[in-house]
T-cell receptor, first 112, second 114 residues
Framework: GENVEQHPSTLSVQEGDSAVIKCTYS??????FPWYKQELGKGPQLIID?????GEKKDQRIAVTLNKTAKHFSLHITETQPEDSAVYFC???????????FGKGTTLSVSS | NAGVMQNPRHLVRRRGQEARLRCSPM?????VYWYRQLPEEGLKFMVY????????ESGMPKERFSAEFPKEGPSILRIQQVVRGDSAAYFC????????????FGSGTRLTVV
């Protein structure tokens, strides 16, 4: 079935360092790849997304890259800050295009 | 401009009781999606509804779970005869279009079955 694998499950960095989270997906029909940030007790918040006709997208300190051939996509956070600490989820659209399949999440801890 | 509103935020039910979770989409959004999040897990799709129609319920358990989105009022996710395994966070998302681009999630309902 459709599946999204996300690595690493936990990531600890020093303030100012970069953080990279990687995901792979199984369904070649997936064409939309969002990233969500979830803070404790809250719902997921969309931070950046990319569609299959684009290889890279950047928004200030956050960037996402997509390799459709390898079915990989990655989140890059530069100049990390303590407020970046949260759980990050990647997702891929289903073949039907009506829902998202989520990875299991990465807990990012940024220490000052 | 209120976002997606879910209530209650926390719900405790005894085994065998019914749980009703409510979701009001963002203004102007007519598409609602329900997801379930188990501890230490990602979100799992349950059901996609438009007003008065279930579009995709491929993620819904076959028994005890149902969902509706009436012409008036919020979307309701109903769980009958709850069991401990139903304990999870249930999130609702809404969108304006017919695909998941630009989902906005609510803050969720945390269901605890005792």
């Amino acid at each position: 079935g459709e599946n999204v694998e996300q690595h690493p499950s936990t990531l600890s960095v020093q303030e100012g360092d970069s953080a990279v989270i990687k995901c792979t997906y199984s369904d070649s029909a997936s064409n939309y790849f969002p990233w969500y940030k979830q803070e404790l007790g809250k719902g997921p918040q969309l931070i950046i997304d990319i569609r299959s006709n684009v290889g890279e997208k950047k928004d200030q300190r956050i960037a996402v890259t997509l390799n459709k051939t390898a079915k990989h996509f990655s989140l890059h956070i530069t100049e990390t800050q303590p407020e970046d600490s949260a759980v990050y989820f990647c997702a891929a659209s289903t073949q039907a295009g009506t829902a998202l399949i989520f990875g299991k999440g990465t807990t990012l801890s940024v220490s000052s | 401009n209120a976002g997606v509103m879910q209530n209650p935020r926390h719900l405790v039910r005894r085994r065998g009781q019914e749980a009703r979770l409510r979701c009001s989409p963002m203004k102007g959004h007519s598409h609602v999606y329900w997801y379930r999040q188990l501890p230490e897990e990602g979100l799992k799709f349950m059901v996609y509804l438009q007003k008065e129609n279930i579009i995709d319920e491929s993620g819904m358990p076959k028994e005890r779970f149902s969902a509706e989105f009436p012409k008036e009022g919020p979307s309701i996710l109903r769980i009958q005869q709850v069991v401990r395994g139903d304990s999870a966070a249930y999130f609702c998302a809404s969108s304006a279009g017919t695909d998941p681009y630009g989902y906005t999630f609510g803050s969720g309902t945390r269901l605890t079955v005792v």
